[in-house]
């Protein structure tokens, strides 16, 4: 792993439990914002917060215009995709950015190093699917 990568991944964690703390904390003060107007003002400043980092926190250089990027080429951008694959942190919405950017790196113009993490990480969901598939189907009644 490259210093760049170890960079990047540190990077993503730090981003995934600040994204956790802000939905959080819209969680902690949905409760009790129709006790009184301070706390619906406290509520809503937590979402404004939330919706207002998410675009920068969701993915290295910012979530917005990083499938153009990841598209064309950008060398940043494939090796943050790689990283946050290969990691699958976990936050609000993480899931589906994790297949997205499965979906398109699969599309981008990668190395041959590159082809082969993200195929590793396509190997181990796919088995972990599978693996899930079996275990729904021995639960099944019959």
């Not at 939905?23 to 939330?50: M, N």
């Not at 990841?70 to 694959?85: K, M, Q, S, Y």
């Amino acid at each position: 792993m490259t210093d760049a990568a170890d960079r990047l991944k540190a990077q993503i964690r730090r981003n995934a439990d600040e994204i956790a703390r802000l939905h959080g904390r819209i969680h902690e003060t949905v409760r009790e914002r129709g006790q009184s107007e301070a706390k619906r003002q406290q509520w809503q400043r937590a979402c404004e917060e939330f919706h207002a980092r998410y675009d920068r926190l969701a993915f290295p250089g910012g979530l917005d215009g990083a499938f153009e990027r990841l598209a064309a080429g950008d060398p940043e951008t494939l090796e943050a995709a790689i990283c946050f694959v290969e990691l699958r942190p976990y936050f609000f919405r993480s899931g589906y950015l994790f297949e997205k950017l499965l979906r398109r790196a699969r599309h981008a113009p990668l190395s041959e190093a590159q082809a082969a993490r993200l195929e590793t990480v396509r190997t181990a969901r796919d088995a972990w699917r599978a693996t899930k598939r079996m275990s729904q189907k021995e639960s099944a009644p019959e």
